[in-house]
Structures are given as structure tokens and as C-alpha cells.
């Protein structure tokens, strides 16, 4: 039987960007094929009658619906979609009995079960959902396209691929057999030490206190996570960061191997100074090679903005609001 967790959700407004009078806003949660229970904001038009298109939005990696993707979801609601920002399982709100963990296969069903409940809502047009995924989360996103027929739109912003990161590195600075071989070694050595502690230890967030001589994408995450633009208390980036061993299985379990089969529409959107510009680039050459579905594929790059920018705009509200609008209302 699939049954939901009864999950304590916060009734407070407690995100990190201001409340629209334009939404009605409520909390749900839907259940993954795992039986994990994830908790979700859910925004719609005030005055909307009829059944509308939706989104689901989730991501940054490490980060909660609280912070930048709940800004998506409730900015989408304002321009006549119904939306829910979600908390991935193990994190935030949601269910999942281990905390801080992630997974290549359930972190893209979260996704598809997120699809599961705006299609049986009754406000929703099951036949006109798409979903958004920022940073970590474009990428787990891309492989949901590629894997649910149902999503007939998907905007990827300031992309990540997390499993090509874990399994070479920044910038793919340590792309080799032997640099692969130490990090498993690590992990496999940390599991038994965490199960020695009977505890998971945590892998921390972002550096704090920031070292002066800091990469500048390490700044730039700072400056998000851990200021008053966007920390939040539920949020992994912000506090304690991910368990060591969170993401073992990321290195050996790549996506978005059938990227390039995704038959529905795609927009990547990246900033052209991110440090992770590479991923929506390689993405995309990935997706329209070799492929019969390029036409319907699409890469925005932002002239001038850094990785960050495109969580909630930064000084200079970069993020494509009308241009990911008139996207979903085409497919």
C-alpha cells in the first residue's frame, strides 16, 4: 500500500525572499516510488479558475524550497502557473530516514513524483507540466526528462552536473583512474569509521570562516549561503553540508547518458561568468548531437553573470523571468 509519512511541516513564512499577495500559498507533500514522503510549497494564482499548466522546482544542491527555488515557484505562480518547490528526499522537510544523503536514481524520481502529484491535482492540465531544476538540480532535472514522458518542458538554470563533478572534479582537474580510486578508497573508509561512531559525519557546508585567498566561485557561494541574502537554518549549503559519504554513489553512477533522446523542450540558462558555465554548454552539445529533437533545445547564456546571480537575480535581477515564461507557455 502507499501510504505518506505525516511529516511536521513549519506554517510560518520563513523564506528567504518576501511573500507575493498575487499567490495563494500552501504546503503538501506526495510520496516517491521509495515510499519517501516529500514535503513541497505549493503556489497558484489568486482568482485562476480552470485547470492551468504547472511546474515543479527544485534545487540548489544542498539547498532547501525555502531559498531560490521556492523564488521560481512563487514568481511562476504569479505569471498564471500553478507550482510546488520541493525538498529533495533526506533533506529539509521531507521524509527519509537517514538525513543528508543523495542518490542519482532517487534524487530523479523525486522529481517524477513531483510530476505524480501536479498530475492528479484538480487545478492542473496534467498534459502541460514542466519542471525547473537550479544548479545541482538542472542536471537531475535533464535526466527526469529523459526519463518521464509526461514533462513537456524542462529550464535547467546554472546547471550542475553532480556526478561528473564527483567523479572528476572541478572543472575535471582530476579526471583519472588513480584520483577516482583514492575517493573511493576514502569513502569506503569513512563508512566503516561512521559506523564505528554510529553517526554519519558531516561533510560541511560552505567554508566559514572564508579564507581570503578563496576561489572566486567559493566567494560567490558565501555570499549566497551564508548572508542574510539567502541562509537558511533548514538548508545543508548554510550549516553543516551534505555527510561524507552523502554522495559515494554519484562517482560511479553518471546521468544524462541519454540526454540527446530527450524528445520534449529543454532551456538551459547559465551566467556567463559561472565558474559551472561548462556543464549547460557541454549539456547542450550533448543533447543536440547526433540527435532528431535539437530543434526544440535551446542555451541562454546571461551576459556578465556569475553562478549565483541566477538563484535569486542578484543586484541586478538577472534571472529570465519573461524569456522562461513564454518558454512553458509554448510547449
Request: aromatic fraction near 12%; proline fraction near 4%.
Amino acid at each position: 500500500m502507499i501510504q505518506k509519512e505525516n511529516l511536521i511541516l513549519t506554517e510560518e513564512w520563513d523564506k528567504t525572499f518576501e511573500k507575493s499577495a498575487r499567490v495563494n500559498h500552501s504546503k503538501v507533500t506526495f510520496v516517491n516510488r521509495y515510499g519517501i514522503t516529500l514535503a513541497a510549497d505549493m503556489y497558484a494564482p489568486k482568482d485562476a479558475s480552470g485547470k492551468l499548466p504547472a511546474i515543479a522546482v527544485s534545487g540548489p544542491f544542498g539547498a532547501v524550497k525555502e531559498q531560490c527555488s521556492g523564488l521560481y515557484a512563487q514568481t511562476m505562480a504569479e505569471r498564471g502557473f500553478v507550482t510546488v518547490a520541493f525538498d529533495p528526499s533526506f533533506t529539509g522537510e521531507s521524509g527519509g530516514n537517514v538525513r543528508y544523503m543523495a542518490s542519482p536514481d532517487i534524487n530523479t524520481e523525486d522529481f517524477m513524483a513531483a510530476v505524480d502529484f501536479l498530475s492528479l491535482c484538480d487545478n492542473v492540465d496534467p498534459d502541460r507540466i514542466g519542471i525547473i531544476g537550479i544548479c545541482g538540480w538542472g542536471g537531475m532535472a535533464l535526466n527526469a526528462a529523459a526519463l518521464d514522458t509526461r514533462i513537456k518542458g524542462t529550464v535547467a538554470v546554472t546547471m550542475y552536473d553532480m556526478t561528473r563533478v564527483n567523479a572528476k572534479g572541478y572543472f575535471d582537474s582530476e579526471d583519472s583512474e588513480e584520483a577516482r580510486f583514492e575517493k573511493k578508497k576514502a569513502m569506503c573508509a569513512q563508512r566503516l569509521a561512521d559506523l564505528k561512531q554510529g553517526e554519519y559525519k558531516p561533510g560541511g557546508g560552505v567554508v566559514d570562516p572564508l579564507p581570503e585567498d578563496a576561489p572566486f566561485f567559493v566567494k560567490d557561494y558565501y555570499d549566497y549561503y551564508k548572508t542574510k541574502r539567502g541562509y537558511h537554518k533548514r538548508s545543508l549549503n548554510s550549516n553543516a553540508g551534505w555527510n561524507v559519504i552523502g554522495c559515494e554513489s554519484f562517482i560511479n553512477q553518471p546521468i544524462l547518458r541519454y540526454s540527446n533522446e530527450i524528445r520534449s523542450a529543454v532551456l538551459l540558462i547559465h551566467g556567463e561568468k559561472a565558474h559551472s558555465c561548462y556543464f549547460s554548454k557541454d549539456a547542450y552539445a550533448d543533447m543536440t548531437g547526433d540527435s532528431k529533437y535539437a530543434a526544440n533545445k535551446e542555451l541562454m547564456i546571461i551576459p556578465g553573470a556569475v553562478h549565483t546571480d541566477l538563484y535569486d537575480g542578484g543586484e541586478k535581477k538577472v534571472i529570465p523571468f519573461d524569456k522562461i515564461e513564454s518558454f512553458f507557455n509554448r510547449v
